[in-house]
């Protein structure tokens, strides 16, 4: 997807990179067993699991950064914005049949 107008999700690929270089990290090598990476990754895949039946009980999600909800903030005023923009713009060059 080359565009992120639409998307609500991340911008960029910094936590899946965060989370390769912690990866690398924990083992200390490119390469570990295939039994040490399989306990590790059950391991995780638990916390994960225990993480979202947290969630869905109602605890609270860990709270974003200041900065970067303003950040977010920003960015979705400026889509609104900009939005509203082409909406003229695609009204005037096209009017509706009715109006």
Same mark, same amino acid.
């Given at each position: 997807?080359?565009?992120?107008?639409?998307?609500? +999700?991340? &911008?960029?690929?910094?936590?899946?990179?965060?989370?390769?270089?912690?990866?690398?990290?924990?083992?200390?090598?490119?390469?570990?067993?295939?039994?040490?990476?399989?306990?590790?990754? !059950? &391991?995780? !895949?638990?916390?994960? !699991?225990?993480?979202?039946? !947290?969630l869905?009980a109602? &605890?609270?999600?860990?709270?974003?950064?200041?900065?970067?909800?303003?950040?977010?903030?920003?960015l979705?005023?400026?889509?609104?914005?900009?939005?509203?923009?082409?909406?003229q713009?695609?009204?005037?060059?096209?009017?509706?049949? +009715?109006?």
């Open positions: 997807m080359w565009s992120h107008y639409d998307n609500l +999700g991340p &911008r960029t690929t910094n936590l899946a990179e965060g989370w390769h270089s912690g990866l690398n990290h924990y083992f200390g090598m490119p390469h570990p067993s295939l039994d040490v990476f399989l306990a590790w990754l !059950q &391991r995780c !895949q638990y916390e994960v !699991q225990c993480r979202g039946i !947290q869905l109602g &605890r609270t999600p860990k709270h974003k950064s200041a900065v970067y909800a303003k950040v977010d903030d920003g979705w005023s400026a889509k609104v914005e900009y939005s509203l923009v082409v909406g713009i695609f009204c005037c060059l096209f009017p509706h049949p +009715g109006v």
